[in-house]
């Protein structure tokens, strides 16, 4: 098999991975707090990425093919719109931060401010992981809840604790846990104060997916996929031609 061949099939391989992680944005454009995801290509192995907000490349990206560049998923960290819902339990960060949860895997942190209530008046996420405050978790009894910018939860006037919100070192060293919730990539990875955002009650924060930007870029990424397989069928029928007819001469 001619090397022509093999490195039309790892562009076709590069462009149906990007095609994949352009859909899995798409699937999850209605996700509250959903961080998307991107490809990043490089023809520098040791190249850094310099854009704040994204979680960083390793040092030695991901060879998929000999034939191809390295290549990596990252993810974008970048704050996406915010929705105004009236729900007193929707909070949403304006800045940097991310919420506390403890599941049963550990802390994990999320950006997704949508709360709920579950049969003890804990506050907690929807899948029902409590919501971490500076003290432990937090019990809401009463009606009138006000959650203040700063994270001070009061019920009826009464204070119920407080929103811990946390950030950590740019690039983010995050892994994705789910759809929303993220985990330090190791040990050594450590949460720092948030420091100059606010917390809006009310509102919640939307996914950063671009719809029309990623369809966009869904139909160019077919397209070049295209382009690939049919390279690789003039290739091959070149090379059957030469075996067939030349080689007889």
Same mark, same amino acid.
């Not at 209605?30 to 979680?55: C, V």
């Not at 960060?93 to 950006?111: A, H, L, N, S």
């Given at each position: 098999?001619?090397?022509?061949?093999?490195?039309?099939?790892?562009?076709?391989?590069?462009?149906?991975?990007? #095609?994949?992680?352009?859909? *899995?944005?798409?699937?999850?454009?209605?996700?509250?707090?959903?961080?998307?995801?991107?490809?990043?290509?490089?023809? *520098?192995?040791?190249?850094?990425? /310099?854009?704040?907000?994204?979680?960083? #490349?390793?040092?030695?990206?991901?060879?998929?093919?000999?034939?191809?560049?390295?290549?990596?998923? +990252? +993810?974008?960290?970048?704050?996406?719109?915010?929705?105004?819902?009236g729900n007193p339990l929707d909070v949403a960060?304006?800045? /940097?931060?991310?919420?506390?949860?403890?599941? /049963?895997?550990?802390?994990?942190?999320?950006?997704r401010g949508s709360f709920?209530?579950?049969?003890?008046?804990? #506050?907690?996420?929807?899948?029902?992981?409590?919501?971490?405050?500076?003290?432990?978790?937090?019990?809401?009894?009463?009606?009138?809840?006000?959650?203040?910018?700063?994270?001070?939860?009061?019920?009826?006037?009464?204070?119920?604790?407080?929103?811990?919100?946390?950030?950590?070192?740019?690039?983010?060293?995050?892994?994705?846990?789910?759809?929303?919730?993220?985990?330090?990539?190791?040990?050594?990875?450590?949460?720092?104060?948030?420091?100059?955002?606010?917390?809006?009650?009310?509102?919640?924060?939307?996914? *950063?997916?671009?719809?029309?930007?990623?369809?966009?870029?869904?139909?160019?990424?077919?397209?070049?996929?295209?382009?690939?397989?049919?390279?690789?069928?003039?290739?091959?029928?070149?090379?059957?031609?030469?075996? *067939?007819?030349?080689?007889?001469?």
């Open positions: 098999m001619s090397g022509d061949l093999y490195l039309a099939g790892a562009g076709a391989l590069l462009q149906q991975m990007r #095609l994949d992680t352009i859909a *899995n944005n798409l699937a999850n454009v209605a996700t509250a707090g959903y961080k998307q995801d991107k490809m990043i290509f490089r023809s *520098n192995p040791k190249e850094q990425q /310099p854009e704040s907000g994204l979680s960083p #490349l390793p040092v030695a990206g991901q060879v998929i093919s000999p034939y191809a560049p390295p290549m990596d998923q +990252i +993810i974008d960290f970048s704050q996406g719109p915010l929705e105004q819902t960060i304006e800045g /940097p931060g991310f919420f506390k949860v403890q599941t /049963p895997e550990g802390v994990r942190y999320t950006r709920i209530l579950d049969d003890q008046g804990v #506050l907690s996420t929807p899948e029902g992981y409590p919501v971490l405050g500076q003290g432990g978790t937090i019990t809401i009894e009463g009606s009138r809840i006000e959650i203040h910018q700063d994270g001070t939860v009061t019920v009826d006037g009464d204070e119920a604790g407080q929103l811990e919100v946390v950030d950590f070192r740019q690039p983010y060293k995050l892994k994705r846990q789910g759809r929303s919730l993220f985990a330090p990539e190791t040990a050594a990875v450590q949460e720092i104060p948030a420091e100059g955002g606010m917390l809006s009650q009310g509102f919640v924060e939307r996914s *950063n997916v671009e719809a029309i930007r990623a369809m966009t870029e869904m139909i160019e990424t077919l397209r070049i996929f295209e382009s690939y397989q049919k390279v690789m069928r003039s290739i091959d029928d070149a090379e059957a031609k030469t075996v *067939n007819e030349v080689g007889k001469l």
